[in-house]
Every structure is written in C-alpha cells, then in structure tokens.
C-alpha cells in the first residue's frame, strides 16, 4: 500500500507532514541536509540555525586551505644547470637571473622565463651578391652563436633570431662586397669568414641582443650556376698559366746556377792562367838577367853551353838519328836505349827485331855512304 492512500494507518511521509497531506516542506528538506554535513565536519547536530553557521565556516576554511595550497605549489619551479630564469615582476624584468636549483615565484605577481644559456644554435644564410672587381658570387654561411645575456636576449629585442638574420645578411654584404672574387672563392674565405664574424657581433652587440657569435663557417662560395662552366674555364687558365711560370722558374733556377758555376770557374781558370803566365814571364825574365850578367863575364862560353843545351833540349824530344859520315868517322854510337825508352813512353811495341832491322838498315845507309865518298875521293 502506497504512503498517501487513505486508510492506510500511521502517516507514512518522509517529508515529515504527518498532519496533512499537503505536499512536502522544501525548507525543512534542506536543513535536515544541512544538519548531516554538518555532523560529518565536525559540527552541532543542534537547532537548525547554529548547524547552517557551522557547515557554511568549515567549508571555506577547507576552500581556503586548498586554495592557498595550490597558490603555494604553483609557484614551485626547477632551473636547470643550462638554463637562467628571467623573473618579470608586474611585467618588468628584475636585474637578478635566477640559477639552476628550485625556486619559488609567487603567482600572479611574478613570472619566470627560463633561457637556456649553454645550447650552441646555428643559423644558414646564403645570398648572390656582388664583389668588390664586380663578379656575381654565391655564398651559403652557417651561423653558430649562444645566449650570452638572459635578461638582454628576452627584453631587450622582440625577436632577437630575426635580428640575427638581418645582421648576417648586412655584414655578409659588407664583407663579400670589400673582397675581390679570388678572395672570395679561393684562399681568402678563412680570413673572409673571421671578418664576418667580428662585424656581426660588433652589430649583435650594438643591439643589445645577448648573443654571443662562436663560429661562422662558409660552407660555399662559388659563381652562379649559370655561369659555372665559363667560370671553370678562366679558372682551368688560370691554373695552366700558373703551371707554365712554375715551370719556367723551375728550369730558371735549374740553368742560373749551372751558368753562373761555368762562368765562375772559367774566372778561376783565367786568374790561375794569368797568375802562371805571369809568374813564369817573371821567372824568365829574372833567369835572363842572371844569364845576362853570366854573359858578360865569360860570352864565349856562355853562348857555347846556351847553344848546347838549346840543341840538347831540341833533340831530347826527337826520335831521329843524325850520323857524321862525311868527315869518315868509322866509330858510331846509336843511342838505342833513349829510343827505346822514347818508344815506350809513348805505348809502342818494340821488340828485339825491329831493333836488329833498324840498326841493318843504318849500317846498309852508312856503307853506301861511305863507298861513294871513297869514289868520289879517288876520281
């Protein structure tokens, strides 16, 4: 049987009307509730009043407490070995960078702006651009710089990477457009790349950025694709007209030398030449005076013995035989052993027999002589 039928006995309501059966007391429902929150926080299970006062004061202090709880844990922050925290208080930054540890900042009031400090970033450009002598070169770059500023690199410029872009760019210009193309492309990229360097940091600096530039790199530097192979061309005649003077400075220094030994040494051989002759004439002339003063004590003999040992020295040196047949010498002397020796300082081969012939043949001359100046005295 439901509640609300009529005979049903003991007024069954939960609402509590057990005197009518008018519709339940919204009012009384709530309080009932409010009561049992009540006892569960800790309150009075008393009148009405006193347990809605109760309920209401527990619960905000809970909120409070939470509240206040969730403040606190979340200004709550870690700063890393790598990074620096920017504090902006009300908007403006503080001179103070905080460091790697845990921090706390206190929400809606400050803010931290973590930088990493010690990451090596890396810009590329590349641009056409003219040289100095008015050549088109291609240059392609590789920027690494880092954070060097904290506060600097998130306050003072909006967008510090773009800065950094234009930057390079002006100085590339600046530098690729003092330098000739030769520099460029060839052995001065190196000290191109340093210039470049010094410059944009010298801009990045005067910005206020907080960059630091470690390294700039020109990965290329090279003309125009377009105009590639003509550029490889003078570049093939270039090396070949660098090929031919190092080839004539080769042989230059190979011949120098050498002619300047021969040219030396026939100076040498001529003063040696002349000293001699000199010397010699010297001596002769020293030898005629002694000769001279030896001359006029004795002349006769003097001139006799000049006489014989000019004749000795002329005949020494001959190989032929004068024989004094006219005046009927029977006696004669041939020198057979200067001849031999004659013969054989000059690498002859002699032997016994071309001796015997020889001396036959000087006997069959001299008899024949001998005969007809006989008949010749008889007549």
């Known amino acids: 049987m439901a509640w609300n039928e009529p005979g049903g006995g003991d007024n069954k309501d939960p609402w509590g009307n057990r005197g009518d059966q008018g519709p339940p007391d919204l009012?009384?429902?709530?309080?009932?509730?409010?009561?049992?929150?009540?006892g569960i926080f800790g309150g009075r299970k008393?009148?009405?009043?006193?347990?809605?006062?109760?309920?209401?004061?527990?619960?905000?202090?809970?909120?409070?407490?939470?509240l206040i709880a969730l403040y606190v844990f979340s200004g709550i922050y870690?700063?890393?070995q790598q990074e620096r925290g920017v504090?902006?208080?009300f908007g403006e930054a503080q001179a103070e960078l905080q460091g790697p540890g845990l921090h706390w900042y206190p929400p809606l009031i400050d803010?931290?702006?973590?930088v990493n400090v010690t990451q090596v970033r890396s810009h590329s450009a590349q641009s056409l651009m003219l040289t100095e002598d008015e050549n088109i070169v291609e240059i392609n770059l590789t920027v690494q710089w880092v954070v060097d500023d904290a506060k600097a690199f998130r306050v003072?410029?909006?967008?510090?990477?773009?800065?950094?872009?234009?930057?390079?760019?002006?100085a590339l210009r600046h530098v690729a457009g003092s330098s000739t193309m030769n520099q460029v492309i060839t052995d001065g990229r190196e000290a191109i790349a340093v210039e470049i360097q010094s410059r944009l940091q010298d801009y990045l600096t005067s910005y206020g950025t907080g960059i630091f530039v470690s390294k700039v790199n020109i990965d290329r530097s090279a003309p125009p694709s377009q105009v590639q192979d003509a550029f490889n061309d003078v570049q093939k005649a270039k090396e070949d007209r660098q090929r031919f003077i190092n080839q004539a400075t080769a042989y230059s220094e190979q011949v120098v030398p050498e002619a300047r030994g021969r040219a030396k040494r026939q100076i040498e051989e001529a003063t040696a030449y002349r000293d001699q002759v000199i010397a010699q004439s010297t001596g002769e002339?020293?030898?005629?005076?002694?000769?001279?003063?030896?001359?006029?004590?004795?002349?006769?003999?003097?001139?006799?013995?000049?006489?014989?040992?000019?004749?000795?020295?002329?005949?020494?040196?001959s190989s032929k035989v004068l024989l004094d047949v006219k005046n009927g010498n029977n006696m004669m002397y041939l020198p057979l052993d200067q001849l031999t020796k004659q013969r054989s300082g000059a690498n002859l081969n002699i032997d016994q027999a071309m001796v015997d012939n020889a001396v036959a043949k000087i006997l069959r001359n001299a008899n024949t002589t001998r005969s007809?100046?006989?008949?010749v005295r008889g007549n």
């Open 156 to 170: 003072n410029v909006k967008n510090p990477e773009t800065s950094l872009a234009h930057a390079t760019e002006s």
């Open 78 to 80: 870690q700063v890393d």
């Open 27 to 38: 009012d009384e429902a709530i309080r009932k509730l409010q009561s049992q929150l009540s």
């Open 372 to 375: 007809s100046n006989s008949r």
């Open 111 to 114: 803010q931290v702006d973590l």
């Open 285 to 317: 002339a020293q030898r005629f005076e002694k000769l001279l003063t030896e001359y006029k004590l004795a002349e006769r003999v003097t001139r006799d013995r000049l006489y014989i040992d000019a004749l000795e020295s002329v005949l020494s040196n």
């Open 87 to 89: 504090v902006f208080r």
């Open 46 to 66: 008393g009148g009405s009043g006193g347990g809605g006062a109760s309920l209401s004061g527990g619960v905000i202090g809970l909120i409070g407490f939470v």
